[in-house]
Structures are given as structure tokens and as C-alpha cells.
């Protein structure tokens, strides 16, 4: 009893013809013809990989702008300011799984490369940091600026509201 059986061309173990690889073959018109197809196939399915493959993403930079804290988080005035930390992630809320250090306290906005990015929506924060390190979402801190969001690409409406049905 059998349960699969090979097709006939897998078990001859021929060959396949690739005459227009030969150099001998080269010249003569069955091989001119059959290179000139294979160049013209190949150079197709490279633009095909290249052009019309869908989601391609774009390097996008995103600016943002805050106001300096004058205070630090126990009330006291804030004269040891360092710089910022710009983060930001996927996530509303967090985690923000990138940052951008801004080593100038005299900063108020910050250009950032987020890389590539299609169909979707990033949330940015922004923390304090003092000369000694400490950051204002650390344990004790404040906690970060309020959250922005950024859509990018197509992303989908919100769903309708108020949907009733009647019986008719």
C-alpha cells in the first residue's frame, strides 16, 4: 500500500535546461532570445520587490515644544536644570521604548527622528533632568509633561456612536 507517491519529474532527477547560461550557447538565437527573457523577467520581479510591494515606511521627524519648569518637584526653585528626555512608544500611557536626550537646559523644543513609521500612532513625553542626573518621572519626581499624540499614515476613524435599531 502506497500512502504518496513522487511525480514522474522529481524522480528522474533531470536537469532543468539552462542552455542560455552556456557561453557556447550564447550566440545562437535560441540562446540570445532565452537570456534576453531571463534578463527581462528578472529585471521585472525586482521592480515588482522594489515598487509595488505595499507598507514601505518613511523616516519621519517630529518636533515638539514645551515650556522650561521653573520649580522642581518639592516646590523649591529649580536652578540646577541639565536638560530633557523626549520619549516615546506605541503605547498610550507607555512604555516609551525610545528617547532623545536634550543636553541644553535652555531648550524648548526638540527635533526628533522616530525612524521609520507607517500606520501608526505614537505617544511622546517629555522628563526633566537635573545636573545630577535625576529625572522628573523618577521615583519621588513629578512625573513626566503630558502625553501627545501623533498619528501617521492611514489610520482608521473611531467608531460611530449613538447606534440604535428599531423593529419594523
Not at 557556447?24 to 527573457?37: L, V
Not at 520587490?49 to 522650561?68: D, E, K
Amino acid at each position: 500500500m502506497t500512502f504518496f507517491a513522487f511525480p514522474k519529474e522529481i524522480m528522474s532527477f533531470k536537469k532543468p535546461r539552462m542552455d542560455f547560461l552556456r557561453p557556447n550557447h550564447s550566440y545562437t538565437k535560441k540562446g540570445f532570445n532565452q537570456r534576453r527573457k531571463f534578463v527581462k523577467y528578472s529585471v521585472a520581479m525586482v521592480l515588482v520587490l522594489v515598487l509595488l510591494i505595499p507598507g514601505f515606511a518613511y523616516s519621519a521627524n517630529v518636533t515638539l515644544n514645551w515650556s522650561a519648569p521653573t520649580f522642581s518637584c518639592d516646590g523649591s526653585t529649580l536652578d540646577d536644570l541639565a536638560g530633557y528626555v523626549v520619549l516615546w512608544g506605541t503605547t498610550p500611557g507607555g512604555p516609551y521604548l525610545n528617547q532623545h536626550n536634550v543636553d541644553d537646559p535652555l531648550a524648548t523644543s526638540a527635533s526628533v527622528n522616530v525612524g521609520s513609521v507607517e500606520n501608526a500612532t505614537l505617544y511622546f513625553v517629555s522628563v526633566s533632568v537635573d545636573s545630577s542626573g535625576n529625572r522628573s518621572d523618577d521615583n519621588g519626581g513629578c512625573g513626566p509633561s503630558n502625553e501627545v499624540a501623533i498619528a501617521f499614515g492611514a489610520v482608521p476613524p473611531s467608531p460611530p456612536v449613538g447606534l440604535t435599531a428599531t423593529i419594523q
